[in-house]
């Protein structure tokens, strides 16, 4: 006989998409980040103070994910995901203005963009997926 899952295996088994494990591909997403706020700090300037703001967002989506992971109950891991989706949208926007300012080169960015992008979809559907699931 199959043990029954608890919550939480079942929360985490809702933060797969795609076949790609949502919480690496944050993570992944955190460490080019991490990069790319490097750089801008070296370079001084507006790039200083906006890699401030994108190293927060950029990296706080997979961090807020780990904590609705271990969420204690379902109202506290949708406000988790909420969370990280609202992280993800921050995170674009950063990106956007970086390259309309001319901080950075279009090209420099846009797989991060792209990723961002794609986060934002995945946890939008995992939103959608968990409130509509009964508990």
Known sequence: MERPQSAGQVRSRQLSADGSDIRERTFVFAVKIVKLAERLNEAGGVGWVLSKQILRSGTSIGANLEEARAGESRADFIHKVSIALKEARETRYWLRLLVASNVVKPVDVRDL???????????AAILVSTSRSPD
Request: proline share 0%.
């Open 113 to 123: 963009i792209k990723e961002a992008e794609a986060l934002t979809s995945i946890l």
